[in-house]
């Protein structure tokens, strides 16, 4: 009921295009759903996050989108480049147990030139 | 986001020995403080959780006299492989956290390899 779910695994899209990662999870009691970007020997780093009151929550090319019934939450990057070829990681907390971070197993992406 | 440091960056060691690795919330206290380690290809994975001034709570199947970790200050947390083998060369990675959930950042992490 902890997991986190994550696909594709791997992911490669062309500069300009759609890249697209999902999630899924089966704990109710998350609240807090974050996405965090990783590049090669970095930490990660807080890309977007949103709770289950909203549906979508969008900055700037990075959008989510949430379906509370279907438990599911997805990241889109629109107009992808080079520059954001890294890790991605989805991941689910809840308030009520410490905040600890839930993590999916990871989306690597690569965008061409 | 907040500024956090780890020292080392990287570290090799031989088998047997102990290495400190330190993690440094530099603009904001951490009440808790996360370790995870991370292997190539794969996600985070949770070591233990503390909050300054007490012990650290372990996840299942995290040895705790073997990694041990200490959380003196709201900025400034410790983790240390004690008798490092070639088995615990990871990836480590602090994530000081304040009160709130959207307050969690994540440290640039320290490379250990053990020959």
């Known amino acids: 009921q902890q997991q986190v779910k994550q696909s594709p695994q791997s992911l490669i899209v062309q500069k300009g295009g759609i890249s697209i990662i999902n999630c899924a999870y089966e704990n109710t009691a998350f609240d807090y759903f974050p996405w965090y970007q990783q590049f090669p020997g970095k930490g990660p780093a807080l890309l977007i996050a949103?709770?289950?009151?909203?549906s979508e929550k969008k900055e700037g090319r990075f959008t989510i989108s949430f379906n509370k019934s279907a438990k599911q939450f997805s990241l889109h990057i629109m107009d992808s480049q080079p520059g954001d070829s890294a890790t991605y990681f989805c991941a689910a907390s809840m308030s009520t147990s410490g905040s600890r971070l839930t993590f999916g197993e990871g989306t690597q992406l690569t965008v061409n030139p | 986001g907040a500024v956090v440091s780890q020292h080392p960056s990287w570290v090799i060691c031989k088998s047997g020995t102990s290495v400190k690795i330190e993690c440094r919330s530099l603009d904001f206290q951490a009440t808790t403080m996360f370790w995870y380690r991370q292997f190539p290809k794969q996600s985070l994975m949770l070591m233990a959780t503390s909050n300054e001034g007490s012990k650290a709570t372990y996840e299942q199947g995290v040895e705790k006299d073997k990694f041990l970790i200490n959380h003196a200050s709201l900025t400034l947390s410790t983790l240390t492989v004690t008798s490092a083998h070639p088995e615990d060369s990871s990836f480590y990675i602090c994530?000081?956290?304040?009160?709130?959930?959207?307050?969690?950042?994540f440290g640039p992490g320290t490379r250990l390899l053990v020959l």
């Open positions: 949103i709770r289950p009151d909203v």
């Open positions: 994530s000081p956290k304040g009160p709130l959930q959207e307050t969690q950042y």
